[in-house]
Structures are given as C-alpha cells and as structure tokens.
C-alpha cells in the first residue's frame, strides 16, 4: 500500500470504532457521551480522509476543511470525556484552540510557508481543546477504575497530539512516518472508545450484583441497587444532593380509579423523573409512591432548579385519565446536601425530614436544606 493510502485505511478503522460507540449507546441510550464519541470520530474520519485525497498537494482550501474537521473532532471528543464527568467543555477554550489553528494556518501557509510551523500551531490548538477539561476532570472522584483508566488514555491521547510536530520532526514527510500515524490515530480512537465502553458497562456492575436491580413496575432502580450505587459515603462517589419525593394523596387515585390507573400513574412518573436527570445521576423507586434520585456533581440552586423542571413537567402532563377526570396530580420534595463524611443513610434521613416537613407544609411542596450550617431549611 502507498503512504497516500494510509489516510483511508485510518478513516476506515475510525468509522468502525465509531459504529462500535454507537452500537453501545444504542442499547445504552441515557449514555450520551457515547454518541458524542462516535461523531467525533467519524469527523476525525473525514479528516484523513481529505488528507489522503490530497496529501501533499493540499491547498490552503483543502488545509481548512482538514482544520475544521480536526477541531470539530475535537471538540466532540473532549465533549464526550467531560460529560461523563458531569461536565461540559468550556467555549473560551474552544475558541482559543481555533483561534491558534486559524491564525496559524493564515500565517504559515500564506505569509511563511512551512508544513512543520503549520503542524505546530494546528497541534497546539487541537491540545487547547482536548486538554482543557483535563485539570477539572483528574480533580474529581472516579466511580470506578474504568473511569480513571478512561482519564489515563484521553491524556495520552492530548500530550500525544500536542507533541506530534517534534515526534515526527525530521521526518515529516518519510514513508515511516506515514505509517507511523496512519496506525496511532486508530490505535488511539480504539482505546478511547474502549475505555468509554468499559466505563459504561462498568456502572451497571453494582447495580447486578445486588440481584434486585429494577423495580418490576417502573423499571426504575430498585431500593437496594439505589443503595449499591450510592455507595456507603455517598460523597466518594461524586453525589453531592440526594432528593426523595412521594406522590400526594396517590392513595385517593388508586381508590377512584383503580390500581391499573395507579400504576400508570407510577409508570408516568418515574419516566419523567428518569427523563429529567442527566448521565451518571441514580433514580429510584424506594417503595410505594415513593421515589429517590442521587445527583452528582451538582449544587443546591441547580438541583432545585431541576425539581422545578419536573414540578412544571407534571402540571403539563396527562397521568393516565386522571386530570382529564379534574384529579392534578402532584408530588413533594425533600433535597439534601451530601456532607464529605455523611453516610448514606445520614443523607437520606436528613432528605426525609425535609420531605415530611415539606408534606406537613400543605403538599406540593419542597424542602430544601439550607446549605447555610444552623440555617432553617426553606420550603417552595
């Protein structure tokens, strides 16, 4: 095969890796980052593949597509990884990334000609947006060691691209080199989504071992799983506010419209409140009318911010015939900050009052711990 080849091969095996990705998140929808995963790769794809359409007789038009692709690739890959961590890229280093390959290119393709200060400055804008979301993820607790593994990779993957121009210096051009790349941008999507993969099917091995792992109604957690996934000390796994909520008066629905109804109604609800939360959070139904979510990652304002989403969620909902019958369904709150040495149990004793309190209130209501220590807690 000629070096001008190796490009295609390289687009070939990302396409595959990405369908590999995409496969996963399709049987793992909540999975997000996956899907995220898979277009980076594809755009990564197109990037070599224009490469191997034109190689060294590249123009400046062709070099920009190559640019864009490249940093949309990126952009998308970065995504992936900091969702997984709760996070999110940050658009300021998006925008110096491109801003670095953009003057870059004008500079060195038009003003200086040089392909190894072109490969420089397009290799410090690509580790701008790669490795920015670095500093913040490596801070946080891992829930497991795929997530960490997954870290390790992604570094390697952004000092590797940072580093390619003096890799590959003084031969940058060579057959060797041709090859050296066509199988490292593979070799490093494949252990990417490898990591990614095993990350995800990683999560549900806590929940499997408790051999109670869905509520059969609701398809929800079940209470014992909710308990595996939180763990003993909730805050080493990231979960920083645990909510409980509990139907008002479902009992009266059951009674007027019977259990089938009733139990469409839990069917409804626990959809929304699964809907409603992101990748990573837990939800569960602890029994009755009774439900629980662990939220990571995230504080008080947002996490009452996400109760008032699915307060007005449930306004606009039908909930199997009962509004259409002049029966508005609602629900009541208990929200919990998740202290560094709180247990489990501490968490959810506190979230639990605040529910009580929050029902005793007049229902439809929510209770909020007040982060303030000794302030009293706040009811919506």
Known sequence: MAPIYLPFAASILLALMAAISGIVWHYHRKHLNLLCLAGGLLLAGCAQAVYALWGAQAGWGEHVHMGLLSGAAAVAVAQSVAMRFGRRVQVIWVAAGAGVMAVGAWYFMLISPSAHGHWVVTALGLALILGHILPVTWSL?????????????????????????????????????????????????????????????????????????????????????????????????????????????????????????????????????????????????????????????????????LIQRITHSMRQQSWGGTVANGEQLTASFGLAMVRENDSLQQALHRADVLLCQAKDAGSNRVGVEAVAAGSAPSFG
Do not use: K
């Open 141 to 305: 607790a891992s829930r497991h060691r795929m997530e960490r593994m997954l870290l390790l990779v992604y570094t390697a993957i952004s000092a590797l691209v940072l580093c390619s121009p003096w890799l590959n210096a003084e031969a940058i051009s060579s057959q060797v080199a041709a090859w050296m790349w066509s199988l490292l941008i593979p070799l490093s999507g494949g252990l990417l989504v490898a990591a990614m993969v095993g990350c995800t099917l990683t999560d549900g091995l806590p929940v499997l071992c408790t051999g109670l792992d869905r509520d059969a109604l609701t398809g929800l957690l079940s209470r014992r799983a909710f308990d595996a996934v939180c763990g003993s000390h909730p805050a080493t796994q990231q979960i920083s506010v645990l909510v409980l909520c509990d139907l008002d008066n479902f009992q009266r629905i059951n009674n007027q419209f019977g259990t089938t109804v009733g139990n469409e109604v839990l069917r409804s609800f626990a959809q929304l409140l699964q809907s409603s939360v992101r990748e990573g959070d837990h939800v569960a139904r602890i029994g009755g009318e009774e439900f629980g979510m662990a939220l990571r990652d995230i504080d008080m304002d947002n996490a009452q911010a």
